[in-house]
T-cell receptor, first 111, second 113 residues
Framework: NAGVTQTPKFQVLKTGQSMTLQCAQD?????MSWYRQDPGMGLRLIHYSVGAGITDQGEVPNGYNVSRSTTEDFPLRLLSAAPSQTSVYFC??????????FGPGTRLLVL | GESVGLHLPTLSVQEGDNSIINCAYS??????FIWYKQESGKGPQFIIDIRSNMDKRQGQRVTVLLNKTVKHLSLQIAATQPGDSAVYFCAEQTGGSNYKLTFGKGTLLTVNP
């Protein structure tokens, strides 16, 4: 299994641009989530999904959209990037139990 | 709101020594706790977990202790190695929150050879 994969690894955007961060898992996990990690802030939950077709907001959802059309994929969309969205983004998945498996992360810089 | 926090943001130890990383939590309803290790440039990696009906759980070279009376969690690493150098996060989950984990800010562990 490849586990949790994320693309791209790095991205630079200009303010106002849009982009989609991709996340995929091949472990048939029901639950998937997106976190952002900022210095001194720890990991904060953006959006999560408990199964295909079901998504919900986390702690910091503003400025981000998600969808879950398949079990495997959980893309995160930035419709109009802002400098405050400069961060490292982690996708995670888990089966019915609580142990989460994290992807390698996407480093995003918004100028 | 309630949160998970760490007492020490940095910890430096000598190779071969034991390391202890502490975590305080404030939500008495939390019933599941996890420790993650994050190496530079990588995603968090699961180390060990513990449920609130336990006081202690051991893994390979790691032990997690839970003191519900004072809402304190600790991670003990035996015979610390240079490869243990990383940021360590604790996280808590409250029953009924389904999927939401609350993470602490992390402790940077540096192992000196």
């Amino acid at each position: 299994n490849a586990g949790v994969t994320q693309t791209p690894k790095f991205q630079v955007l200009k303010t106002g641009q849009s982009m989609t961060l991709q996340c995929a898992q091949d472990m048939n996990h029901e639950y998937m989530s997106w976190y952002r990690q900022d210095p001194g802030m720890g990991l904060r939950l953006i959006h999560y999904s408990v199964g295909a077709g079901i998504t919900d907001q986390g702690e910091v959802p503003n400025g981000y959209n998600v969808s879950r059309s398949t079990t495997e994929d959980f893309p995160l969309r930035l419709l109009s990037a802002a400098p405050s969205q400069t961060s490292v983004y982690f996708c995670a998945s888990r089966p019915g139990g609580e142990t989460q498996y994290f992807g390698p992360g996407t480093r995003l810089l918004v100028l | 709101g309630e949160s998970v926090g760490l007492h020490l943001p940095t910890l430096s130890v000598q190779e071969g020594d034991n390391s202890i990383i502490n975590c305080a939590y404030s939500n008495s309803a939390s019933d599941y706790f996890i420790w993650y290790k994050q190496e530079s440039g990588k995603g968090p990696q699961f180390i060990i977990d513990i449920r609130s009906n336990m006081d202690k759980r051991q893994g390979q070279r790691v032990t997690v202790l839970l003191n519900k009376t004072v809402k304190h969690l600790s991670l003990q690493i035996a015979a610390t190695q240079p490869g243990d150098s990383a940021v360590y996060f604790c996280a808590e989950q409250t029953g009924g929150s389904n999927y939401k984990l609350t993470f602490g800010k992390g402790t940077l562990l540096t192992v000196n050879p």
